[in-house]
């Protein structure tokens, strides 16, 4: 009986956990859901992924299997948890989208990082025929508008989160259409990890501190990078 009574409170402890880590994971879920989803759009339009092949719970509910796997029992603090669900989340797009060999062999995301932020420091941009110019040669926001390709553009309400989170001062229906193919072109323009950076900050409605806890480098090299792209929109745009 005294065994009965041990192993009844045992697995009712261990019941009470799981439900309670579950809670925690629920509750996250909505504010990693318009991350995912937004970079399965970017990868679409980008034709890095063939358009409805991949589902926003699909990516989420992989990343939820491996959080139960590696964290069940070991994480009870619910922003901890909500961090963890963003790494994993973030660790199955860049499988999906084929990234991660290249970052594992190649430079590290923190060195990757700097070499993109080096580029934006100095003042370079890729045109429509992948050559890069300096921003000197942009007499106006309309240079070569002409040779441009067709212009990929995001959804308005990505357009709005963006110009609010980055604080530029130019509210959506005041961006005229030049402005607008502009600003979409710069955005699909950014490189992968300063882009992924981004996105953290305006559709995971992540801080510096816990952008950098998932990409696992330091806060001044998220801070960096986020302030050059508005800087770069900000030159172009306003």
Do not use: C
């Amino acid at each position: 009986m005294m065994n009965y009574k041990v192993r009844h409170m045992k697995n009712y402890k261990f019941n009470e956990a799981h439900d309670e880590f579950g809670k925690k994971v629920l509750k996250a879920i909505p504010r990693v859901f318009p991350y995912v989803k937004h970079r399965l759009y970017v990868a679409e339009n980008k034709s890095i992924i063939p358009r409805n092949m991949y589902k926003t719970n699909g990516v989420i509910d992989d990343a939820i299997v491996e959080l139960y796997t590696q964290f069940e029992g070991k994480l009870t603090d619910e922003i901890e948890i909500k961090l963890k669900l963003f790494m994993l989340a973030d660790q199955q797009m860049n499988l999906l989208l084929k990234k991660e060999d290249f970052h594992k062999t190649t430079l590290s995301t923190s060195q990757i990082l700097k070499n993109e932020l080096k580029l934006l420091e100095e003042k370079f941009e890729i045109d429509a025929g992948n050559d890069l110019i300096m921003y000197d040669e942009l007499d106006d926001i309309s240079y070569r508008q002409d040779d441009f390709k067709k212009t990929i553009f995001l959804y308005e309400d990505a357009e709005r989160n963006i110009l609010e989170h980055l604080e530029i001062p130019l509210s959506l229906d005041k961006l005229t259409k030049k402005k607008r193919e502009v600003f979409n072109q710069m955005y699909y323009w950014l490189p992968t990890e300063t882009s992924n950076v981004l996105d953290l900050f305006i559709f995971g409605k992540l801080s510096y501190k816990e952008i950098a806890f998932i990409k696992e480098i330091d806060i001044y090299e998220i801070k960096n990078s986020i302030q050059e792209v508005s800087i770069m929109l900000r030159k172009n745009i306003l």
